[in-house]
């Protein structure tokens, strides 16, 4: 097994980093190129940044914060946000990004995976999935436009769709678990990862350093990412990693 990847993420809007509560509720957690500098310091293996209300203000992403955030910092940047065409995507790894994450402009137009995967390679093309859970308990519906609308998409069939068309690499959220720190979920992150040959990051619901070796050993999850416990100072990537190895899992140095 490859070494599991700790991931912080920036949402980032108006320019600053924002954390909320099941995508809600959102408060300032600082300036996005300090915050991405301190996680390098700390031994983060990547760093996401995501424009949170690109899609749905219906703009284009921050180039110039993306182009700060890449030359200050050297660890890989996955970017997403806003990014609509292959020319989007272009300019965005040109600003410094090393990948980008496509979600509503994927569902909106699917063959974009394709293209761009074939544009720029499927290492680079990362498909994120906002999922919330059904009333059944049993299946996830998928939703776009940072969350605020529903689609008929079930999560686990579209990240089966999508990583046939080239995505590399699934970032998937669960809606439900978003910022209330009781835990990744698991049977989410368990159906995706079973089901696509490519790496899940688990997103949403990280609270304690058990929750980061549950969702890798009983979810499958290739990588493991957090927003607020590391923007407030909660838990540093560090302890993240000590605890991980601690538990048997192999992490980056």
Not at 172 to 197: C, N, P, W, Y
């Amino acid at each position: 097994m490859l070494s599991v990847r700790v991931i912080p993420c920036l949402d980032v809007k108006a320019g600053r980093v924002v954390k909320g509560i099941n995508f809600v509720n959102l408060i300032d957690a600082g300036d996005p190129v300090e915050s991405s500098k301190k996680y390098e310091e700390q031994g983060a293996d990547e760093l996401v940044f995501l424009d949170i209300t690109a899609s749905s203000d219906e703009r284009n992403i921050m180039h110039d914060v993306v182009e700060r955030t890449a030359g200050e910092c050297f660890m890989p940047l996955t970017v997403g946000g806003g990014l609509r065409s292959v020319e989007d995507i272009r300019l965005m790894l040109n600003a410094g990004a090393d990948k980008v994450s496509l979600n509503t402009a994927a569902i909106l137009d699917p063959d974009l995976v394709s293209r761009s995967s074939q544009k720029f390679g499927n290492q680079c093309i990362v498909v994120a999935i906002d999922a919330k859970r059904e009333p059944d308990g049993k299946s996830w519906r998928v939703y776009t436009h940072g969350g605020r609308k529903p689609t008929e998409l079930d999560a686990v069939a579209w990240a089966k769709q999508v990583v046939k068309r080239g995505a590399g690499e699934i970032l998937l959220t669960s809606m439900d678990r978003d910022g209330t720190k009781s835990g990744f979920d698991i049977e989410l992150t368990q159906a995706v990862s079973s089901t696509v040959e490519v790496p899940v990051i688990a997103s949403g619901g990280a609270g304690t350093l058990d929750h980061f070796v549950e969702v890798v050993k009983q979810g499958g999850a290739s990588a493991v990412l957090a927003a607020s416990l590391f923007h407030f100072g909660t838990l540093t990537i560090a302890q993240v990693k000590d605890h991980l190895r601690a538990a048997g899992i192999e992490v980056r140095s």
